[in-house]
């Protein structure tokens, strides 16, 4: 079965703290990746993706993250949050056989403190 | 440029009413997603469309639930006697051409209450 696990549901942190939002996915979907955040009442926005090549992903408002074969993971990471940041995050996967429907994560809520 | 239109934004719907969610995606993309959202959960897929051909339905939860885009731009998801269990954020999304690694750009979404 082709899934995408978002192993935290909330993640509290202050503000410039780092965080990292773990993602972990099956192996039937592993052939592109994505992280996309969502704004309170607005549609989802592309961080990054990984698609080939260099594991080490870099995206928008300096999010980055990591494919791993290996551990089949592909989490997110943030040096230094701001509260801007808050948002719900969702982590998705898509195989190439399939016209592109992404496959999604439960999201994991991002709530950072002052 | 504009970006992905959903209307109407919110619906609230009696059960067992019609309803029909419209989509405009950016002028011009091929491919045209659905997605349905429940409160608290990721996305799921509904369905696909690349032009006007509905390639991917596999998504529809029942056949209450029916899909078209007949000229290849704008698309119409419409439910037939909604249930409560409908009740969640649809989102629509398109994509300039059909090659999966291309970014899919997503509405805000129509918000359906069923009471």
């Known amino acids: 079965a082709q899934s995408v696990t978002q192993l935290d549901s909330q993640v509290p942190v202050f503000e410039e703290a780092p965080v990292e939002l773990r993602c972990n996915y099956s192996?039937?979907?592993?052939?592109?990746l994505f992280w996309y955040v969502q704004y309170p009442n607005q549609g989802l926005q592309l961080l990054l993706k990984y698609l080939s090549g260099s594991t080490l992903v870099k995206g928008i408002n300096g999010f980055e993250a990591e494919f791993n074969k290996s551990q089949t993971s592909f989490h997110l990471r943030k040096p230094s949050v701001h509260i801007s940041d808050t948002a719900e995050y969702f982590c998705?996967?898509?195989?190439?056989?399939?016209?592109?429907?992404?496959?999604f994560g439960q999201g994991t809520e991002l709530s950072v403190k002052p | 440029g504009a970006g992905v239109s959903q209307s109407p934004r919110y619906k609230v719907a009696k059960r067992g009413q019609d309803v029909a969610l419209r989509c405009d995606p950016i002028s011009g993309h091929v491919s045209l997603f659905w997605y349905q959202q429940a409160l608290g959960q990721g996305p799921e897929f509904l369905t696909y469309?690349?032009?006007?051909?509905?390639?991917?339905k596999s998504g529809l939860p029942s056949d209450r639930f029916f899909a078209e885009r007949p000229e290849g731009s704008v698309s119409t998801l419409k439910i037939q006697r909604t249930q409560q269990e409908d009740s969640a954020v649809y989102l629509c999304?398109?994509?300039?051409?059909?090659?999966?690694?291309?970014?899919?750009?997503f509405g805000p979404g129509t918000r359906l209450t069923v009471t």
């Open positions: 192996s039937s979907v592993s052939v592109y």
């Open positions: 469309f690349q032009n006007e051909a509905q390639l991917d």
């Open positions: 999304a398109s994509s300039l051409v059909r090659d999966p690694r291309r970014e899919q750009y």
């Open positions: 998705a996967g898509k195989r190439d056989n399939q016209g592109g429907k992404l496959i």
